[in-house]
């Protein structure tokens, strides 16, 4: 395809995450020119095959290294740009730097690039990642959650571990805060609330984020993330789709929560334990949270209202993720 029939020009952040590599193939796919950010370290050199190796790639993709600590770093992957992706999220957490420091990084590094994309005055939407984190964790004890919930930092603070009270604060402070910026500055902004995203992957390596989901299927118990009374997930293309539509869609306005199934403990077991016998799946009894914050279910009434339809469910998630690590040799 040529560069004059493509939809235009739209960057990712965070190009080599899990779903930030699925969401440039899905644009690749839909006719998008991409500008993948990647941070490149002095002793770490990133492996971008995958991306550099996607139909239509060598034409249409082009990739930029930025750092979420510099934002200027973004501005010439964001410039002529019509859209953003902004999927990159510093993962870090659990290193001996201060916590409070980190959550202010992130939120400063997605202010800045927010700056960067007014400054370029082409970009005409910027479609934020946010978490289910940052709408599950407050104690009005609701049955379902919309938009309208965000996470309460108090009831965060007293997560375990402290890295994943974090990752989750960082997460909800982020999201409010470039909903705040975007309303005062006249900035075009979506976010997206994935639940737990799930299914194949494009990396060599195997991403950090199905790890929890996967321990299951490795038998690991240790890794096993304890279940919540209610897990919610989401395959990884039904979320690119959704930012994608969620790009074109002239309308969109505000928060989307993006959820396709829930699950106890008990029938994900049964479903795990049926499906694939040949793995051994740990006790559910070791999958059960203890105590802890009822956690609610999540509605997708608005991202459904604007006509998104999910394509898939837990059989196609786990499938895609147990073939994806067979042909990888990680299983």
């Not at 004890?141 to 603070?157: A, C, P, R």
């Not at 051994?280 to 009822?294: H, Y």
Request: aromatic share 8%; hydrophobic share 35%.
């Amino acid at each position: 395809m040529e560069m004059d029939d493509s939809k235009g020009l739209v960057c990712v952040t965070g190009g080599t995450g899990y779903l930030a590599s699925w969401l440039i193939m899905k644009l690749l796919q839909h006719g998008y020119s991409v500008n993948a950010t990647i941070r490149f370290t002095q002793d770490h050199k990133t492996d971008v095959c995958y991306l550099t190796n996607l139909p239509e790639a060598s034409q249409r993709l082009r990739i930029f290294n930025a750092d979420m600590d510099k934002p200027e770093s973004f501005s010439a992957a964001i410039e002529g740009c019509v859209g953003v992706f902004h999927v990159a999220h510093p993962m870090n957490y659990g290193d001996q730097e201060i916590e409070e420091e980190k959550i202010r990084k992130a939120v400063d590094g997605t202010l800045g690039i927010l700056r960067e994309c007014l400054n370029s005055k082409t970009v005409k939407r910027v479609v934020y990642t946010s978490s289910r984190t940052a709408v599950v964790f407050n104690d009005k004890g609701l049955d379902t959650v919309d938009e309208s919930s965000w996470s309460d930092i108090h009831i965060m603070k007293t997560l375990e571990p402290i890295s994943a009270a974090s990752y989750v604060i960082s997460k909800t402070l982020t999201e409010k805060a470039a909903l705040e910026f975007a309303e005062k500055h006249g900035l075009d902004l979506v976010t997206v609330i994935p639940s737990w995203i799930h299914g194949p992957f494009l990396s060599p390596q195997f991403p950090e984020p199905l790890r929890p989901a996967m321990a299951m299927i490795y038998g690991n118990q240790e890794n096993c993330m304890k279940y919540p009374s209610l897990t919610p997930f989401v395959h990884v293309d039904d979320v690119a789709n959704a930012h994608i539509l969620l790009l074109e869609n002239s309308k969109a306005k505000g928060r989307y929560i993006c959820s396709a199934v829930e699950v106890t403990p008990d029938e994900l077991f049964n479903f795990l334990s049926a499906r694939y016998p040949e793995y051994r799946i740990p006790n559910v009894d070791s999958l059960r949270e203890i105590g802890g914050i009822k956690h609610p279910r999540l509605s997708s009434k608005k991202l459904l209202d604007t006509g998104f339809k999910y394509k898939y469910g837990l059989e196609e998630m786990f499938d895609g993720a147990i073939e994806c690590c067979k042909q990888k040799g990680l299983l």
